[in-house]
């Protein structure tokens, strides 16, 4: 995937990948403990798991930041996208949705917390302007660890994917394939 403007978002195919130490150590900067994996396990889904992709965005041939997506039949879903701080505010996280959304020819779906302080407002509308819409389902993230509590989110879509009718499927869709909730 590339784009005119020197973003580029290149596929990691193997867990040995030059730049996997700054993708996990922006994976640990950026999101809180209960809303991230092990990084070992995402090096084993590199390896091993045919629905998950991780991308790692480069500007100007320099690591930008990364993207995780798993490809079902029916949507895309985003687990984990972070941009680096010192790369931020210049349109590549938008340019990178954008590319996403082109190259998956369905609709794309994602999680973000409630939105209750200036961050998570700011977060939802990025989404919003990008054409993504917040859905008032009830929504809980499963743990990632055992001892961990599920923690509450909302669920994002394009082109109006998650309706009233198919929102069950999506979630369960995620808490089999994403979460390994039985």
């Not at 109006?160 to 198919?166: A, F, G, I, K, R």
Request: proline letters at 5%.
């Amino acid at each position: 995937m590339e784009n005119k403007n020197q973003i580029h978002c290149r596929l990691v195919e193997f867990s040995n990948n030059p730049w996997i130490n700054c993708v996990e150590q922006t994976y640990n900067d950026s999101f809180p403990v209960e809303e991230r994996r092990p990084f070992s396990i995402i090096k084993e889904f590199i390896e091993r798991e045919p629905l998950f992709s991780l991308y790692i965005i480069e500007k100007d041939n320099k690591y930008a930041g990364f993207i995780t997506l798993w490809f079902f039949d029916e949507f895309v879903y985003v687990e984990h996208f972070a941009i680096e701080p010192d790369a931020r505010n210049g349109g590549i996280g938008a340019k990178v949705i954008e590319l996403i959304k082109s190259i998956a020819g369905k609709p794309v779906v994602l999680e973000v917390e409630l939105p209750e302080d200036d961050l998570s407002k700011r977060r939802i509308s990025f989404y919003e302007r990008l054409g993504f819409v917040v859905y008032d389902q009830v929504y809980f993230q499963p743990p990632y660890y055992p001892e961990s509590s599920e923690v509450e989110m909302k669920l994002m879509s394009t082109e109006h994917y998650l309706s009233v009718e198919n929102f069950e499927t999506v979630k369960s869709c995620l808490y089999k394939k994403v979460y390994d909730v039985k």
